[in-house]
């Protein structure tokens, strides 16, 4: 079956970095994407990869190994707001979405 | 309109009920998908379009119908609701169905 794991929840405090992973098993594989949603919202796009390495936007970077079947999502300078859920997708072989049940991330001041 | 509309925001409805979930889009895009999204479970595609016309099912899509009569619209219907559809609903679109989605802001639908 296909799988994408990643931790339910981290905290980390105001100012810090955070690091959160995401390991997949999927039929095929055509891009991972993170997606950020906040408490009762919509997620939101954060970042794509399809490449082996890093892709940098702002505070926010984001990593893949497709031979590993691992990526993870930096975070730097946390703010409150990014108290969220980060939820990472990875595209299989028929171009569906396949989600993880995403990673609360609680930031302390 | 600016980017994804979907209606009701919330619902309450009594099982055996038929209801029908709106979703419309203003960016012109030929992708549109529903997902359902529960506790303690990544989001579970319900049903999808890859462009006017033409509708598939995705990974859970018992119980639930779609249509796409035009590119802006794709409703979600529940013929007849059980406990067991409770949960948000989240209305989605990608300019195709290799791009990058963009969410509504959801339906919570609680079925009694």
């Known amino acids: ?109 | 309109i600016a980017g994804i509309t979907q209606a009701p925001t919330s619902q309450i409805l009594a099982a055996g009920r038929r209801m029908t979930l709106r979703c419309t889009q203003d960016m012109r895009h030929n992708a549109m998908y529903w997902y359902r999204q529960d506790l303690g479970l990544g989001l579970r595609l319900i049903h999808y379009s890859n462009t006017a016309g033409t509708t598939g099912k995705g990974e859970v899509p018992d119980g639930y119908s779609v249509s796409r009569a035009n590119t802006d619209d794709f409703p979600l219907t529940l013929a007849s609701a059980v406990p067991s559809q409770t949960s948000v609903y989240f209305c989605a679109s990608s300019d195709s169905g290799t791009d990058t989605q963009y969410f509504g802001p959801g339906t919570r639908l609680t079925v009694l």
């Open chain 1, 1 to 109: 079956g296909q799988n994408i794991d990643q931790p339910t929840e981290m905290t980390a405090t105001e100012g810090a970095i955070v690091q959160i992973n995401c390991t997949y098993q999927t039929s095929g594989f055509n891009g991972l994407f993170w997606y950020q949603q906040h408490a009762g919202e919509a997620p939101t796009f954060l970042s794509y990869n399809v490449l082996d390495g890093l892709e940098e936007k702002g505070r926010f970077s984001s990593f893949l190994s497709r031979s590993k079947g691992y990526s993870y999502l930096l975070l730097k300078e946390l703010q409150m707001k990014d108290s969220a859920s980060y939820l990472c997708a990875v595209r299989d072989q028929d171009y569906q979405l396949i989600w993880g049940a995403g990673t609360k991330l609680i930031i302390k001041p």
